[in-house]
Nanobody, 124 residues
């Protein structure tokens, strides 16, 4: 599976961005999809994940209530709607897919395929 993330950019605090991750080369609808982020000098952090059907979602504590993950299996795409952005949300955002069970969704080592990342910068 090849993943291509897009939609990053520069936004002021309090603003919104919508990230997209387009999949190709595999059966995307069979995978759980997730978003992670990594800021300079920090470890990769779990952001959100969504089950293959879209029926189950899971969020990191730092983004709950502000970010929403969704997917369109007909278009082989997963989205991350980011609202009320904060400067601490600044990072490179990566999409990834996995087939592991729900309890492992938050661990980056659980994911099999990764996109190249898209930069999100939130100014104060």
């Amino acid at each position: 599976v090849q993943l291509q993330a897009s939609g990053g950019g520069l936004v002021q605090a309090g603003g919104s961005l919508r990230l997209s991750c387009a999949a190709s080369g595999g059966t995307f609808r069979m995978y759980t999809a997730g978003w992670f982020r990594q800021a300079p000098g920090k470890e990769r952090e779990f952001v959100a994940a969504i089950s293959w059907s879209g029926g189950t979602t899971y969020y990191g504590d730092s983004v709950k209530g502000r970010f929403t993950i969704s997917r369109d299996n007909a278009k082989n795409t997963v989205f991350l709607q980011m609202n009320r952005l904060k400067p601490e949300d600044t990072a490179v955002y990566y999409c990834a897919v996995t087939r592991v069970v729900f309890s492992s969704w938050g661990a980056s080592r659980s994911y099999d395929y990764w996109g190249q990342g898209t930069q999100v910068t939130v100014s104060s």
